[in-house]
């Protein structure tokens, strides 16, 4: 009975968002408050019953209901409570009801934190969502049911959640992943709401950035988590691998991020105004085509689900609809929007457009190398990989050209500047990052790495113009100490993320550049020495987990004879499925990761062993993280609090004009 009432849930909810695309948009045409103001309590309505779809399958899985499909392929009656719950989202069926539910919740929190704004342009926002919302319900519902029964033929057990996804790190990935996917539609729909009613002003790019900026933060911390579980789950030590899959996540990151800039331009100055409604297009379309490499098959990934050409065609010919729709709303409304202010070509938007195109830039070549692959075995012209060594050849040098922007960026001035002034205030402190550069490019070693002393420069760069223009702002007009209310969460945001973005810059490349690592074979009281470690394994055992068997490794680690870690990675077999799995062992810290993965048992108390270190690979993930907390604070700046007032009901009728 529990996935019957499921199912219906969804229709409802499918009925609801059929209404919130149709009843609203409906009311704005013909500026009908009444029409209009359904927009909210529709939006609410299909949050509630995908709420309770979602929750009526996550209770399936915890009741070890076999006789649901999706159920019985993705969970066991072995499988720990907390993965039971994670199962619901580790499959096609249920990422998808997961997406929807996440969808609808932004739905709801426009509807509530967009109240100040007019009502023409939320009941606009919320139908275009609820246009979204319509393709991927009626996905669901026609090719994905969550809910497809197995009867008669109920299994006495289930397949077992595949044991990749049996971790902690994926059981917040996928929801963060989707927050920002997602999230995306928001300034999407805000963009054709903007271009449905000829409105591209500094008001539209106000309301809009605070809902960009939590979901391109999202989306970082997503990706970034992504990473940090491929490197101590997979086994291999690798932090990026430029797997399609990551790319589908990292293309709208990199058009999110061209976008957040370019809204800034445009709330403060009233230029890029086409340009951004373009950018947010195309985000929400990454995003989508991001859905349609995951799921329809064409894609080889740990990361990818299994799905049948059907699905995959759904999302395609859905994907066709919102672009194609959307660039051809663009093409009729946006000359007539097009911006008219000027500016100098030493300026503070000079400098955004440079950051932007370098984005956009970056976005086409993952696309290509991505896409390329695909695109040939389609007209069976061959098969062809694109990997690592292209995407490094040219993505790299692109992000190389980016970092002295980054530093000249928040110190230069809107309209007009000049070379001079910004030499005036970067030169000495420049001069004093070079000295530093050059002597960190030697890192205690006789030979000077040329790469490092690159990432140090551009990092301390980066850092210096962040640092520099904080203190301009603390010390402005300075009569009585320190103005630190100068500080506002905007700025503090910017700061966050472009430290993060150095640190993640020199964290790469020291790592890239002076990591280490053995393959050997060790057997009991064997030792290696890597670096200035030494590892010892110093026994060997098993030990049973809830669904699983798993072989252990005890090494002592030791630096100049003083002990300084037990490390115990693991060889796991899980009884449902058979799978053998790597668990590593990994001693963390801010300068170094020591890293232990178990390969092949060889014989004779003997097994395969990777040893590797890793200088500065955590920098990685603390800078994403400042990346995603930097974008999210900044939605903490009044500004974005002092929306319009929605214009008032009149008194004669129902009709009016709202705008």
Known sequence: MIPELGHVSLIIAFVLAIGLAAVPMWGALRRDIAAMNTAPSLAVGV???????????????????????????????????IFKFSAVWGNHEGSLLLWVLILSGWMTAVAYFSRGLPLVMVARVLSVMGMVAVGFLAFSLLTSNPFERLLPNTPLDGNDLNPLLQDPGLIIHPPLLYMGYVG????????????????????????????????????????????WWAYYELGWGGWWFWDPVENASFMPWLMGAALVHSLAVTEKRGVFRSWTVLLAIFAFSLSLLG????????????????ADPERGLFILIFLALVVGGSLLLYALRAPSVASRVAYGAVSRESLLMVNNLVFIVSTVVVLLGTLFPLIMDAFSLGKYSVGPPYFNAVFVPLMALLMPFMAVGPLSRWREDSARRWLHELLVPGLGVMVVAALLGLLGKAAFNIW???????????????????????????????????LSPSFLGMALAHLGFAGVVLGAVVVTQESEEHDLRMALGDSELLGAYRFELQSLGQQAGPNYLADQA???????????????????????????????????????????????????N?????????????????????????????????????????????????????S
């Open 606 to 658: 003997a097994w395969a062993v990777r040893l590797q270190y890793k200088p500065m690979v955590r920098w990685l993930w603390l800078g994403s993280l400042m990346i995603g907390f930097g974008a999210l604070v900044t939605v903490f700046d009044r500004r974005y609090r002092s929306q319009a007032v929605r214009n008032p009901v009149p008194q004669t009728g129902a009709k009016a004009v709202a």
């Open 291 to 306: 859905t349609f490499l995951v799921r329809s098959g064409v894609l080889t990934s740990v990361h990818a689900f299994a």
């Open 47 to 81: 949050t509630v019953f995908v709420g309770i779809a979602f929750a009526l399958l996550a209770v399936s899985f915890l009741q070890d209901d076999f006789s649901v499909a999706v159920v019985a392929a993705n969970s066991n009656s072995l499988l720990p409570p």
């Open 184 to 227: 995306l539609s928001v300034p999407f729909a805000f963009a054709i709401a903007a271009l449905m009613g000829g409105r591209l002003d500094a008001s539209w790019a106000r309301w809009s950035r605070p809902w960009t900026n939590v979901a391109w933060g999202f989306l970082s911390l997503g990706i970034m988590l992504g990473s």
């Open 452 to 486: 490092i002393a690159m990432a140090v420069l551009l990092s301390g760069w980066v850092a210096l113009g962040v640092i520099k223009d904080g203190w301009r702002r603390l010390s402005s007009g300075m009569t009585s100490g320190l103005q630190w209310r100068r």
């Open 554 to 604: 005890v090494f002592e680690v030791s630096r100049n004879g003083e002990p300084i870690a037990i490390l115990v990675p693991e060889k796991r077999r899980y009884f449902a499925s058979g799978q053998i799995m790597t668990e590593a062992a990994i001693d963390a810290s801010l300068w170094r990761d020591l890293y232990i993965a178990l390969g092949e048992p060889i014989g004779d």
